[in-house]
């Protein structure tokens, strides 16, 4: 199974960025993109690449955060938010139940300047944590999407001047960590252990082109995946958002 992720800043200029050309290309089996900011009616003109069903979770704000996941095979259930209702009327999740697994495509809240919604975030990452842990009680788990948050030092070209800014304070770290204890990989840093693999850079001061970036990006998955885990990796040379597609496949 392939599975690739991908916060697109906005499906209708994704679109016109080569979103559908990237789709096509990939032919991976899940698709979870994050940050559409549309209703799915806003893109009922687009032609989806042939044989995949897509999920949608619209935010209650129009033009504001919204996941969805696109799929080869229909899925056993669905189930859009985390049961929290302060974070789901946000639109920033959709899970899908597929035979062998759960797949959760997930967009986190940005804790904001000065931190001002870290509360927010905060509370949005024990909700997802309990959700997943729900879903673990059934069949393994992969969630992956947006998760605002560099983990470590090696996840991002500048740690020093970012200590304490969203995205690498150290309670959203706290927040990323108990995902690991709670026994979910960072599938990527299972065949890459290097600095310098980003997935979002700014769009100011030739950021990207220089490299100088954040990997926030994540596929994260249930321990007991461990032994189906085939590759996961970072697409920097895929362009049309301020990230980069993510991907894990299994075998």
Request: contains cysteine; aromatic residues 10%.
């Amino acid at each position: 199974m392939k599975l690739l992720s991908w916060n697109v800043n906005g499906v209708r200029a994704a679109l016109g960025k080569g979103l559908l050309e990237w789709m096509q290309a990939v032919r991976a089996d899940v698709i979870c993109l994050q940050e559409v900011k549309a209703v799915l009616g806003d893109v009922q003109h687009v032609v989806w690449p042939a044989g995949y069903e897509v999920v949608w979770n619209a935010a209650e704000k129009k033009g504001y955060s919204g996941t969805a996941v696109l799929l080869r095979r229909p899925p056993l259930s669905v189930t859009l938010g985390i049961s929290s209702a302060e974070h789901d009327r946000e639109g920033r999740a959709v899970t899908v139940e597929l035979e062998e697994c759960f797949v959760v495509g997930v967009y986190t809240p940005n804790a904001q300047p000065e931190l001002a919604r870290l509360a927010f975030r905060q509370a949005w990452d024990r909700a997802l944590l309990a959700h997943v842990r729900r879903l673990e009680r059934r069949k393994p788990v992969i969630f992956c999407g947006d998760l605002n948050v560099a983990h470590q030092e090696i996840d991002l070209a500048r740690p020093r001047e970012n200590v304490g800014n969203p995205g690498f304070s150290d309670e959203e770290r706290a927040g990323f960590r108990d995902f690991l204890a709670a026994g979910f990989i960072d599938t990527f840093r299972e065949f890459e252990r290097g600095p310098g693999h980003y997935s979002w850079w700014t769009y100011r001061a030739g950021a990207r082109e220089r490299n100088i970036g954040w990997r926030i990006d994540y596929c994260l998955a249930s321990a007991a995946l461990r032994p189906r885990l085939r590759r996961a990796w970072i697409e920097p040379h895929v362009t049309g958002s301020d990230h980069c597609p993510v991907g894990v496949e299994l075998r």
